[in-house]
Structures are given as structure tokens and as C-alpha cells.
């Protein structure tokens, strides 16, 4: 029981510290919100203008990116130290995992996780699958009631 303790102990304390914090932000929080306590704060430089627009969801994605990568290396370095222990099983295992990875990061690639910027914008008005002409009332068909026959009012049992 006692190799246990220690594990017991971080869990405690991981869940003391989350439990102090809400405790503490719920206490110390601002009570009253005003314009000033609600303004973004930029290293004490009071924005002259609102930012030109918002971040493109494409910037996290490529966050996300960066991420899985991390995640990658993270896995690839032990099997690296102890490749020759895990013999052909290990080297599936990674061959798998790194698959899947590939994968994610072709498939995010594919979707345009990647283009955004000037060239993004010559890419669009390049290609012509994407024309300005093209609405939504010129190539969706809109299925109306004309050609059909009306319905019978069905009776209502009572």
C-alpha cells in the first residue's frame, strides 16, 4: 500500500490546486465589469483602434499542427532510446502512429490549413471553380410546390 502514497498524494494535491483555484477566482474576480476592466489590455498601451479583423480559424490550425508535431517528437524520442527492447512490435506501433499523424497532416493540408495570406486570396481568384459569378440562386435549385398536386387534407381522427 505505501507504493501507492505517492500517487495518492499528487492527486490530492492536483485536486487541492483546482479546487483553490476556483475558490480564488470566484473570490478575487471583478465584481463590477466596466469598459475599463473589460478593455484588452496590450503590455499597458491603450488600443487606439479595434484590431482589422478577428484570427482566421486557418491560424489555429496551424496551431494545432505545431501541436500534433510536438506530440510526434514527444512520442518518437523514447522509442528512439529503447527501439532495439521493443524489437519488430515497437517499430509497428510507431509505424502506425506515425500513419496516422501523416494523415491528420495531409488531410488538414488538403483542406487549406495552410493558405491563407496574398496567396491564398490569387489562388481563389485563379481558379475557376470559384467564380463571382456563381450565387447561390444560379446553382442551387430551389424545389417549389409548382408541378405537383396538392395534398389531400388528411381528416383528423377525433
Known sequence: MGQYL???VMAVLGIGFAASSLVMSRLVSPKRPSAAKSAPYECGIVPRQEPPERFPVRFYLVA???????IEII????????HRELGIFGLVEMLVFAIAVFASFVYLIAHGALDWGPIAQLRRSTNPAVSTERTTTSTVRRVGQEGREPEAPSEVAA
Open 6 to 8: 505517492p500517487i495518492v
Open 75 to 82: 512520442f518518437l524520442y523514447p522509442y528512439v532510446v529503447i
Open 64 to 70: 494545432m499542427i505545431f501541436v500534433i508535431v510536438d
